[in-house]
């Protein structure tokens, strides 16, 4: 089974701090990694895809990047705000039509 | 509407009782996907669809889950005999190409409750 493991689990930052977020599976065979985003009570929502011949993807204040050969993925988040409070899922994609999913980062970002 | 739709939002059901969850994915998706989240954790997958075909069921945790999608588009997961360890969120999500290596996107979520 391919393990997904997010450090930390859990934190809090003031308004207007970076983020970052770490990523990482065991199996580095993968074909691309997706972060997502979930608010509770909701569904994921995905923020960036990130194909396995690339070294990094932005949109915004987000960043991803990608070390395929060591098996870690980490998203920074540029100047955080109140609305970025939720936990992000990291999902690598190995080609067997399924993404496996680490337990998240749960973040809270104070005003 | 324009994302995947999921309904009930909300299911209690008794133990032993019979559930069905639905998901209408985003038009014209070829793929569609039903993962189960517990609290405090990841999602886990359960069946994927390309058109009406289930190309992997493996990871339905018994045979008291079900799913199908007979026209393509609108998929099912029936839950037989529910158990209280069957109380997660049931997440739907779909994409338009036929893997989940592209852009996937994800209903709002059954939330599921066995009493």
């Known amino acids: 089974k391919q393990e997904v493991t997010q450090i930390p689990a859990a934190l809090s930052v003031p308004e207007g701090e970076n983020l970052v977020l770490n990523c990482s599976f065991t199996?580095?065979?993968?074909?691309?990694l997706q972060w997502f985003r979930q608010d509770p009570g909701k569904g994921l929502t995905s923020l960036l895809l990130i194909q396995s011949s690339q070294r990094e993807q932005t949109s915004g204040r987000l960043n991803a990047s990608l070390d395929k050969s060591s098996g870690r993925s980490t998203l920074y988040i540029a100047a955080s705000q109140p609305g970025d409070s939720a936990t992000y899922l990291c999902a690598p994609y190995y080609g067997n039509n399924r993404l496996a999913f680490g337990k998240g980062n749960q973040v809270v970002v104070i005003p | 509407g324009a994302g995947v739709s999921q309904s009930p939002r909300y299911k209690v059901a008794k133990r032993g009782q019979d559930v069905a969850l639905r998901c209408d994915p985003i038009s014209g998706h070829v793929s569609l996907f039903w993962y189960q989240q517990a609290l405090g954790q990841g999602p886990e997958f359960l069946t994927y669809?390309?058109?009406?075909?289930?190309?992997?069921k493996s990871g339905l945790p018994s045979d008291r889950f079900f799913a199908e999608r007979p026209e393509g588009s609108v998929s099912t997961l029936k839950i037989q005999r529910t158990q209280q360890e069957d109380s997660a969120v049931y997440l739907c999500?779909?994409?338009?190409?036929?893997?989940?290596?592209?852009?996937?996107?994800f209903g709002e979520g059954s939330w599921l409750t066995v009493v």
């Open positions: 669809f390309q058109n009406e075909a289930q190309l992997d």
């Open positions: 199996d580095s065979a993968i074909y691309n």
């Open positions: 999500a779909s994409s338009l190409g036929g893997s989940a290596g592209n852009t996937i996107y």
